[in-house]
């Protein structure tokens, strides 16, 4: 199977999805790369299936304009997006590369209803000139912003480079058990066989550096939030009333007051809540995110990570290594095994996998055994399952938002559980609740899965602009 770094679980990017924006968006930069040297004077994007039916409503139109155009979602100033667009808009035209053509995105981005049999989220590009077609390419977003072109065949170059190859939840066992060692340190060595560990630790600080930062400044900002559902922004205003309605310059004075402000179980749980809430809101104003693994689940990870930061006998960098690592392994799995996409599982892929590597993570730093680590990610994802996508509008808002803080909670309850139980008594073990995760995602209704056809979007129709 495919050999996947850290890195590509958590990816710097913008909302609001990671399937449905940062993934068309990568598609829609590597054909503006094909398109060098060719002669073409339009463009076109057809989008298919969940992109289609819940496209405006992820931003998926924004984001192909914006990768068309050669901005980088892990750089671009998510102030400056409204212009950019509105700049197309009202011109009319596109810039790519150093040629600029007439493009209409009411007219240029084609949403086609029909579901490709070969992933539910395709989207084709096609260029033309002088009405010939000269260039024609086709992509799959196959969830965490992971994209894959049609009739690419890529040598797995990773298959024999890593020192010990993880296809699941047995094989970690196996390893640690062998070495002695934690699954962290497992990863750790397999993540020096990408790259040097300088860069791994720049990586990592940047990662964590973005989710504090998104956790900061979505409790630094109110109002309501695009898209037409009128959802009111909350983090702030919770953030203000736990923390006496003060001002914080940046987020380590943000953090440290959090750290001051009590640790009854109230406390604890309402910022467990606000950081989840936090990030889900910037990431449903297309703010700067970390996919974790996926946009719309995005707020678990910080959430349950800055709980430890704040609330735990956090130790320093070395113990947001270890989380990291363990955590983005679990997502790994889930990855190579079953899904993490909901257009294709339903929000079982998204908040379910990010509820298991949070709870894995926060096991192995509380002093969790390597099959406890993997017990806390079963317990939490074996009470995600069945767990549909049913975002009411197409947007990644309700009930998405507040999932996240379900699956935070979710994470903290597993890491507990298991900590204080006996993997050997344990009736589902780790690699059988992946399967019974693809299992159901193959079973559940298509409505379910990401298109707003089902659940809450069918029964709460609202007049939203239509794809």
Avoid at 144 to 152: P, R
Wanted: aromatic share 8%; hydrophobic share 40%; with cysteine.
């Amino acid at each position: 199977m495919k050999r996947l770094s850290v890195f590509d679980i958590y990816k710097i990017g913008v909302g609001p999805s990671s399937s449905h924006t940062l993934g068309p968006w990568m598609a829609a930069l590597q054909f503006r790369n094909a398109l060098q040297g060719i002669s073409f004077d339009r463009v076109e994007v057809h989008l298919f299936g969940s992109l289609s039916m819940t496209g405006i409503g992820h931003a998926t139109d924004l984001a192909v304009q914006l990768g068309l155009e050669g901005h980088d979602p892990k750089k671009v100033d998510t102030n400056q997006i409204p212009f950019y667009i509105g700049q197309i808009k009202s011109t009319q035209r596109i810039r790519i590369h150093d040629r600029e053509i007439l493009f209409s995105p009411t007219r240029d981005i084609i949403f086609e209803r029909t579901i490709k049999p070969e992933h539910p989220n395709t989207l084709t590009f096609r260029a033309y000139e002088g009405g010939r077609e000269v260039l024609a390419e086709t992509y799959y977003s196959v969830g965490g912003g992971f994209i894959e072109k049609k009739g690419d065949i890529h040598p797995d170059l990773r298959q024999d480079e890593l020192p010990y190859p993880i296809d699941s939840g047995r094989d970690l066992i196996t390893y640690t058990d062998n070495e002695q060692v934690p699954i962290s340190e497992i990863v750790s060595r397999n993540e020096r066989a990408f790259r040097n560990q300088e860069d791994i630790d720049r990586s990592l600080r940047e990662i964590f550096r973005v989710m504090r930062d998104c956790i900061f400044h979505g409790c630094q900002t109110s109002g309501i939030l695009p898209g037409g559902l009128n959802v009111k922004r909350r983090a702030a205003p919770m953030a203000k009333q736990l923390l006496g309605n003060l001002e914080y310059a940046d987020h380590q004075a943000f953090f440290e007051a959090i750290k001051g402000s009590g640790r009854d179980f109230n406390t604890v749980n309402h910022w467990v809540n606000c950081f989840a809430l936090a990030v889900n809101e910037e990431n449903a104003a297309m703010g700067r995110i970390v996919t974790s693994p996926t946009n719309g689940a995005a707020g678990v990870i910080p959430a349950v990570l800055c709980y430890y930061y704040c609330f735990c006998d956090y130790r320093g960098f070395e113990d947001l290594r270890r989380f990291l690592y363990t955590s983005a392994e679990i997502g790994c799995i889930f990855k190579k095994k079953a899904t993490i996409s909901a257009a294709e599982g339903g929000c079982q892929a998204e908040i379910g996998v990010s509820s298991a590597m949070a709870a894995a993570g926060l096991t192995e730093l509380m002093g969790g055994r390597p099959r406890q680590v993997l017990m806390a990610a079963e317990i939490a994802m074996e009470h995600h399952l069945g767990l549909t996508c049913d975002p009411i509008g197409g947007l990644v808002q309700v009930p998405c938002i507040e999932r996240n803080t379900m699956g935070a909670m979710k994470a903290i309850t597993a890491s507990n559980l298991a900590l204080v139980g006996n993997p050997d008594d344990a009736v589902v073990n780790f690699d059988i609740v992946v399967k019974s995760m693809w299992d159901t995602a193959k079973d559940m209704n298509q409505s379910y899965k990401e298109t707003s056809l089902g659940g809450l979007a069918f029964n709460l129709p609202l007049a939203l602009p239509e794809c």
